[in-house]
Each structure stands twice: as C-alpha cells, then as structure tokens.
C-alpha cells in the first residue's frame, strides 16, 4: 500500500462512528475474507472486543450487519423463519440468517457453540462452496450474493455450557482469536470509550491486568475489557473510583465473598 492509500485509510477510520483499535492484522483478514467469499470465526474470551471489530468491520465495508445472540434455545427455526398469522393470513417471516442471504449483509452469529445442533447445522450450505439455503416450509432455494458472509463468534474458555463446536463446522471457516489488548491499548480503548482520565484510564487496566493473573481465584471468566469500560465510565460521571471499581469489576466477577475481596483488595492497592 503508498502512502497516500494508507493516509485515505487513516482518514476514512477517523471520520467512522465505531471505535476500534487494532491489535494485530485482523482488519486484513476480514477484509480479504469478504474479498474471496470465505467464512469467517472469531474466537476470545468474553468482553474482548469480537462483537466491537465485527460492527466496526461492517461499518467500514458498508455492508448491514445482522446480529444473533446464540443461546441454548436458539432452534432453527429461530435462524430461518416461520408462518405466522397476521391480519388474519398466514404469512411467512424471515429469520435472520434468511433476511441477511436475501440482503447481501453480513451475518453474525454470536457465541454459536450454545445454539442448538440443529440451529448450527443451518450454515453448513451457506459456509462452503454451494452458498446456498433451502427453505423447506416455502420450498425456495436462496443463493447468497457476493457481499453476504457469514461470521461466528466462539469462547473456547466459557465453561457453563461444555458445548465444543464439532471439526464438520469449525473447518468450514478461517479464524481469527482476540485476547485482551496489550496494557498500553487497553488504556487507549478506557480512555476513549469511558471518557475518563488518562491517569485514572492506567489505573484501571492495571488492575484488570491483575485480576487476570490471580488463578487460584477460579473464576469463570476474568475481568474484560468491557468491565473496565464500565468502571471508567462511573468514574467520570464522578463515582468515587474504588467504588466504582467495586462495582463494575468485583461484584460482576464472582458472588463469592473470599473472591471479591481478594479483587477488592486489588483496587484498593491500585487505585
């Protein structure tokens, strides 16, 4: 790329609504991804930034983005559509995964592992080389248009569930894993989205840097980015900080009394 490509780059993500700061080539891949047609998986930990590249990815591509929170009851039916009764007809209304084939937009389904196997196993014809969905109830054959694909999202660490997603799904797609950003971009990522200090910002993520290292505190997730947002964003609404910390950090990370005063007392040490 010139340098007057990379300055028409820089420019255009300036004047973008999503905030989004890079942690490595993914904006590449995804863009080469849509490019050839190729599904995309996204995999990290919870709060670390995969829903934030995909808004900011479709925004910058200027595709819609169609956006399904996977949980254990999202069926197939759910994903595809369904005759309802409306006015007194019976109508058929897309789903999400049928409107973004039919739209050309950019699916995105969130957390897939804990659909249901018959929810997950929908994408199988639009993630290879047919690119296609069928609608048994309507009997229509939709074949995706150049611009729609398909991107899952997946936490290999969350443990509620014990759902693995099978070889016959995760190999129909390239993958990306996000961790948390290094210390000095996190503290860009508070800073910018909380609205809170620099100072204050540093203060934050090293205690989300902590809290990441105290293991034998067995928690089920570790603190996010997300949470640090949160905490900074209390903070300049004019919360008192290790307050604020308490609040947005400790009590969401656990209910049980030892852990959160251990991550108290990580606060109260830092900030």
Not at 166 to 172: I, L
Not at 248 to 256: F, N, R, V, Y
Request: aromatic share 4%; hydrophobic share 40%; with cysteine.
């Amino acid at each position: 790329m010139n340098s007057s490509s990379q300055l028409l780059q820089t420019s255009t993500e300036n004047t973008m609504s999503t905030f989004y700061l890079p942690s490595g080539r993914e904006i590449e891949i995804l863009e080469h991804s849509h490019a050839t047609q190729i599904p995309l998986m996204i995999k990290g930990p919870t709060g670390c930034g995969k829903t934030r590249f995909i808004e900011f990815m479709a925004e910058k591509l200027g595709r819609e983005l169609i956006t399904v929170a996977c949980n254990e009851d999202t069926s197939a039916t759910d994903l595809l559509g369904r005759h309802l009764l409306i006015g007194g007809d019976t109508k058929w209304v897309d789903g999400p995964v049928t409107r973004a084939v039919r739209e050309g937009a950019i699916l995105y389904l969130d957390e897939i592992a804990e659909a249901r196997a018959d929810a997950i196993v929908v994408i199988h014809s639009l993630t290879d080389h047919r690119r296609e969905l069928f609608l048994d109830r309507t009997g229509e054959r939709l074949k995706a248009p150049s611009d729609f694909m398909p991107i899952v999202s997946y936490n290999p660490g969350y443990q509620r569930s014990l759902r693995e997603l099978k070889p016959s799904t995760r190999q129909r797609f390239a993958s990306l894993t996000f961790g948390y950003p290094s210390e000095e971009s996190e503290t860009t990522i508070v800073e910018t989205e909380s609205g809170v200090d620099t100072s204050s910002a540093k203060k934050i993520v090293r205690i989300g840097n902590e809290i990441r290292q105290l293991t034998e505190l067995s928690l089920m997730e570790t603190v996010s980015t997300r949470l640090l947002i949160t905490a900074g964003k209390l903070i300049a609404a004019g919360v008192p900080p290790r307050l604020a910390c308490t609040s947005a950090i400790a009590e969401p990370l656990s209910d049980d009394a030892d852990a959160i005063a251990a991550i108290r007392q990580v606060i109260e040490l830092s900030i």
